[in-house]
């Protein structure tokens, strides 16, 4: 008669048991034959039997695949920390490959998903105007010429970022993201924060609103806070497409510019692809309409980007290239220089990464970009570049 694989897998655990503990009594027949006796009960739903055997099996054999297995044992069971930190630790090792390495982290983002996370990043940012200060050498204001006192720096500084999420019900959470730039001199840092609350509003979670508070400083003064309101939903979504809307209302205030208060609405639709195994396309447009205090610093735009990715499977490299293209049309003649301002922005940049390209569980990429904004007034008009290596 052949016994059932849980007690199979029972009968030779206790054999190896009274042989003895060290994993020289565990020939590799035997070690087998335990772990094709938990993939059965994994396989047929008995999750916490699964669990038994295999970590009595990576007592004696910690390998990559064992905690891999017993990982998904216990997130079959709904033990999601135990879960994480084993997740985590086959990622970490330097030896996993990095193909493994993508499908723990669809696990690892399923559990954090409903346990939360908080993540950092860091970049090296090498940019030829951060200040986005014109290349125009004069101006005119009215029948008056005028130099400006500036003109574009190169400035190479370190910016920081975090992120959290914390689930407080089963539809509800709070989110956070802060990001702080640090330059040379102190003359340029800036720091942005937002935070804020997302509830689903039907059972599938494809329709999302949140209501949140953004705010920045720049060299130490508060220059804004934007507290928010905003709806997102994914209105299809299949093996190949994903198409998403999102829409959000707001009041930005700036303490020191009153007359740029604002109330802004935008509303932006994003459309992606997958065009192949390993590469994949996206488009996004987006509307926008600011209400100023003072009617000539009131505007309506559009911004469209284009991008596409692609996975060079036997070099591990991930390239990633999009450029955008906006505009933007004030309501009245600027004060200062008497003209209606129309500005028309482009941007270009490519990312190139690799997955074997790791820092701890940090990975790390090159970012390039050239951005460009032509104005109706010069003084608004600029041009840079930047340089960027990610670690994230």
């Known amino acids: 008669m052949r016994l059932p694989p849980a007690l199979a897998a029972f009968f030779v655990l206790i054999a190896g048991l009274h042989a003895g503990s060290g994993s020289a009594q565990w020939n590799e027949d035997v070690l087998q034959r335990v772990f094709e006796a938990a993939m059965e009960q994994l396989a047929a739903g008995n999750a916490a039997q699964a669990e038994r055997i295999l970590t009595e099996l990576n007592k004696r054999v910690p390998s990559a695949r064992v905690k891999l297995e017993l990982a998904r044992a216990l997130y079959a069971q709904g033990k999601f920390e135990e879960a994480r930190a084993l997740f985590r630790e086959v990622s970490s090792q330097t030896d996993t490959p990095w193909r493994v390495r993508d499908n723990i982290e669809r696990f690892v983002a399923v559990i954090e998903e409903r346990t939360g996370y908080l993540r950092w990043g860091a970049t090296v940012v090498s940019d030829t105007n951060p200040k986005s200060v014109p290349a125009q050498k004069e101006f005119a204001i009215g029948d008056l010429s005028v130099t400006p006192t500036e003109a574009p720096e190169k400035r190479t500084g370190v910016r920081y970022s975090i992120q959290g999420w914390k689930p407080l019900s089963a539809s509800t959470g709070a989110y956070g993201a802060a990001a ?40 130490g003064e508060l220059l804004y806070a934007y507290p928010h309101l905003g709806l997102d939903t994914v209105l299809h979504e299949d093996a190949l497409h994903r198409v998403a809307a999102e829409g959000r209302v707001g009041a930005v205030h700036f303490p020191d510019f009153r007359y740029l208060d604002a109330t802004n609405v935008t509303a932006a639709v994003s459309v992606s692809r997958a065009v192949s195994r390993h590469a994949s396309a996206s488009l996004r447009a987006a509307l926008e309409h600011s209400e100023a205090a003072e009617r000539p610093y009131s505007y309506g735009g559009l911004d469209v980007d284009a991008g596409f990715s692609v996975l060079l499977p036997d070099s591990a490299f991930v390239l990633t290239a999009s450029t955008s293209l906006g505009s933007r049309d004030y309501a009245e003649a600027d004060p200062l220089f008497g003209a209606v301002r129309k500005d028309r922005k482009a941007r270009a940049e490519i990312r190139i990464g690799n997955k074997n390209w790791r820092w701890r569980d940090k990975t790390i990429s090159l970012l390039a970009s050239l951005e460009k904004n032509d104005s109706s007034i010069g003084f608004y008009s600029y041009r840079k570049t930047s340089v960027s290596l990610l670690v994230e």
């Open 180 to 219: 702080y730039a640090d330059f040379p001199r102190g003359d340029m840092d800036r720091l942005t924060v937002d935070g804020g609350l997302v509830t689903r509003l039907d059972e599938s979670g494809r329709l999302r609103a949140k209501a949140g508070l953004e705010a920045g400083s720049f060299a």
